[in-house]
């Protein structure tokens, strides 16, 4: 069993914080972001499992089922790997007037990564995750999943803002060549977002107040932006 000790949570609009926060706060160890893109942002998975996996592919296709990612693939090459990628995304996560998670830089370079710093696990001596077995294929979620809806929309958003993640870029690209899979094209982008319209300073307005109609282009996904953004008008 492993405890989280911080969650971030984020209502949008951002500024209805204080309608769910009391009432989320006796269940779970929440602390308010400053807006739903800081809790995405903030999601390690996509930080951490690419970047690690892409470097260690070799390794993972030797070892199959018994590749541990942080007891095998997190040394001091891959850890600098995810500090980059961190990085970057903190970046992105400024542009967008969010703050990422303060990580000790010691947590970096465990076995573990920054991964274990806000869990806790009954007997933990090495983190929480450094025992977790896999990926055992380059073909997993670590890629699959992390990149696609993880690092493409992060890459896609900053190449909006104009903020540079050239880290980010290659692991995307590395993944790709690596699964021969297109993930630029086949992850998530702004439109199935409802955010590709807005200039930097539009899209955290929108983040704090809400209120836009967003309406997605027949080519993508037909979500009702009316559920998702809300009504109230800007104020």
């Known amino acids: 069993m492993v405890w989280a000790v911080k969650l971030l949570l984020a209502t949008l609009p951002a500024k209805r914080i204080d309608k769910v926060l009391p009432a989320v706060r ?12 800081g809790t ?16 260690n592919a070799a390794w993972v296709d030797t070892l199959g089922k018994d590749f541990y990612l ?13 500090k980059a990628v961190f ?61 696609p809806y993880g690092l493409v929309p ?18 995307i690209t590395l ?10 094209a086949e992850g998530l982008g702004l439109e199935d977002l409802g955010i590709w319209a807005f200039d930097r300073d539009g899209l955290v307005r929108f983040l704090e107040r809400g209120g836009v109609k967003v309406r997605l282009p027949l080519t993508r996904k037909r979500w009702d932006s009316r559920l998702l953004w809300g009504k109230a008008p800007l104020r």
Request: glycine share 4%; net charge negative.
């Open 87 to 147: 990085e970057e995304v903190y970046k992105v996560a400024e542009a967008v007037g969010a703050r990422m998670l303060e990580y000790p830089e010691d947590d970096f370079w465990r076995k573990s990564t920054i991964m274990s710093t806000y869990f806790r696990a009954p007997f933990d001596k090495e983190g929480a995750a450094a025992n977790i077995s896999g990926p055992s294929s380059v073909k997993s979620r670590y890629i699959t999943e992390d990149v």
């Open 40 to 55: 995405s942002l903030n999601n390690l998975n996509p930080i951490v499992h690419p970047v690690v996996t892409v470097m």
């Open 70 to 82: 942080y007891r095998h693939g997190t040394t001091l090459s891959t850890a600098r790997g995810i």
């Open 154 to 171: 992060i890459r896609k958003l900053a190449m909006k803002l104009k903020v540079d993640t050239p880290v980010i870029e290659a692991v």
């Open 26 to 37: 006796e269940m779970y160890p929440v602390v308010p972001a400053e807006n739903v893109l």
């Open 175 to 184: 993944a790709f060549t690596i699964n021969q899979t297109d993930y630029m």
